[in-house]
C-alpha cells in the first residue's frame, strides 16, 4: 500500500479509502473491510445518512478489534445538527451506534454557500461543537468539510484556519477543483476524493473510447484511479466498494503508481476531453415527466437508463448500475410505485418508450412487471 500525509494531522493515509455508502449488506460490509484492511486501506467516510442510517452501524460491526488500524471520519447533515448542542448530540449517537469511542476526524457536510459557512462559524453553531468534542476526546484530529460550492468559498474555507481536511468530487471526467486541489495541498491540508470513478461510471463504463483507461483487461477503473494516484496533492480516493474483488482492483491501481509523471496525466485529460461517447435518441432530463401520480420519478430514471446506454455498460450489469446510481433510496421500494400508466410517456417531447424503460429496470431489480405484459429484460 501506498500512502500520503494529511500535513496537520501528522498521519500517512492510505492512497485508497473505504466510501460507505454502497455496501450491499452487512456481512458484505464486514468481509469489504477486512480485506481491505489486510491490503492497508486505512481511512473510512462515515455518515449518519448513508444506507438509511445502517451504514455506521456496518463499519462498526466491520472494524471490530482492528480499530487502531484504521482512521474513522464521519459527518451530519448541517441542516440537521446546524448548533453547537446537536452536532454534539449526534456526534454521540452515532459513536453509540458504531461502537466506538471517538471518531478520528468529523466533517461539515456539503458546505456549498456563504450562509451555510457564516452559520457553521456562529456562536454556538457547528464548528464550536465539534471543537467541544475534539477537547473532550470525541473527535480526535478535528474537522474536515466536504465541498459543493465555489471557488471562493472554497479559498475562503482553506483560509479559516479550523480545518485539516477538504473532500472534493474530483475525477478524470469532472475536473473542476483542480485549481482548489492544489490550493489546498499548498496550505497543508489533507485532499480527500471523492466520486473518483464519477459515480461508478468509470467502474462499467464498456464504451471503446474508454480503452486507453483499461489495463491488463481491466475496465476503465484502473486508468481513471492511476489519474488520481499520479496527482501529488491527492491524499487519497474514497471508493465505494461492493466487493472483496473490488478492493483488490482498486490496489493493484497503485502498482508503479510512484513513477506516474506529470506528462502522463496531461496525456490522460487530453484523451478523455477527447472521447466522443455514443449519441442517439436519448432522455434530454426536461423533467416534463417528473410529475408522476403514483409518486415515482420517470426523469431520474430515464437519465439512470440514458447513461446506462450512453457509456456501454454491459447489459448483465444493468442491475448493479441502477442501484449505483440511487445509493441513497430504496430504489426496488420506489421503482415499484409505478403502475406502467404511460402518462410520463404522453408528457415527453422526445417520445422516448419510457414504460418499455421502467419495465426493464423491474426486471433487472426483481420487481413484477403488469400482468399481460411482454418482458423487455435484458436489453437488446
Known amino acids: 500500500m501506498l500512502y500520503r500525509p494529511f500535513p496537520k494531522c501528522g498521519i500517512q493515509v492510505s492512497r485508497i479509502s473505504f466510501g460507505t455508502m454502497r455496501w450491499p449488506s452487512d456481512e458484505i460490509c464486514h468481509r469489504i473491510v477486512n480485506r481491505g484492511l489486510d491490503l492497508g486501506l486505512n481511512y473510512a467516510d462515515c455518515s449518519t445518512g448513508y444506507i438509511g ?8 460491526h466491520a472494524i471490530g478489534n482492528r480499530r487502531q488500524e484504521i482512521f474513522v471520519s464521519s459527518k451530519c447533515q448541517f441542516s440537521k445538527a446546524p448548533t453547537a448542542d446537536a452536532v454534539r448530540a449526534t456526534i454521540e449517537q452515532s459513536l453509540r451506534d458504531m461502537g466506538l469511542d471517538y ?8 458546505l456549498s454557500t456563504p450562509e451555510v459557512f457564516q452559520q457553521a462559524f456562529a456562536k454556538g453553531g457547528y464548528v464550536e461543537g465539534v471543537r467541544q468534542a475534539q477537547r473532550d476526546g470525541l473527535v480526535r484530529y478535528g474537522l474536515g468539510f466536504t465541498f459543493h ?38 496550505r497543508g491540508m489533507g485532499v480527500i476524493i471523492m ?28 486508468g481513471a ?16 466498494f461492493r466487493s472483496e474483488a473490488e478492493v483488490d482492483q482498486a490496489v493493484a491501481t497503485l502498482q508503479g503508481a510512484e513513477t506516474l509523471t ?44 440514458r447513461d446506462y446506454e450512453r457509456y456501454g455498460v ?60 411482454t418482458p423487455v429484460f435484458p436489453h437488446s
Open 195 to 222: 466520486n473518483p470513478l464519477a459515480g461508478g461510471i468509470l467502474g462499467m463504463a464498456g464504451d471503446k473510447s474508454l480503452d486507453f483507461l483499461r489495463g491488463n483487461s481491466l475496465g476503465p477503473c484502473h
Open 225 to 240: 484511479m492511476r489519474f488520481l494516484h499520479a496527482n501529488p496533492a491527492i491524499a487519497t480516493s474514497i471508493v465505494g
Open 314 to 373: 454491459a447489459p448483465e450489469l444493468l442491475t448493479e448500475w441502477i442501484r449505483s446510481r440511487y445509493a441513497h433510496l430504496d430504489i426496488v421500494a420506489d421503482i415499484a410505485k409505478c403502475t406502467e400508466c404511460g402518462r410520463c410517456e404522453i408528457q415527453c417531447p422526445q417520445h422516448l418508450s419510457i414504460v418499455a424503460q421502467i419495465r426493464k429496470g423491474k426486471q433487472a431489480l426483481g420487481v413484477p412487471v403488469k400482468q399481460g405484459t
Open 149 to 186: 460550492g465555489d471557488e471562493t468559498l472554497f479559498r475562503t474555507t482553506v483560509d479559516s484556519g479550523e480545518f485539516v481536511a477538504a473532500t472534493l468530487s474530483y475525477n478524470l471526467m469532472n475536473r473542476k477543483e483542480e485549481a482548489n486541489i492544489a490550493y489546498a495541498a499548498a
Open 103 to 110: 471518531f478520528d476526524f468529523y466533517q461539515l457536510w456539503g
Open 262 to 305: 506529470e506528462s502522463w496525466r496531461q496525456e490522460q485529460m487530453r484523451l478523455m476531453d477527447a472521447v466522443k461517447l455514443i449519441e442517439g435518441n436519448f432522455c434530454t432530463a426536461c423533467g416534463y415527466c417528473k410529475e408522476c401520480p403514483a409518486k415515482f420519478n420517470p426523469s431520474s430514471f430515464m437519465q439512470t437508463m
Open 53 to 60: 442510517g445502517k451504514s455506521q452501524v456496518w463499519v462498526g
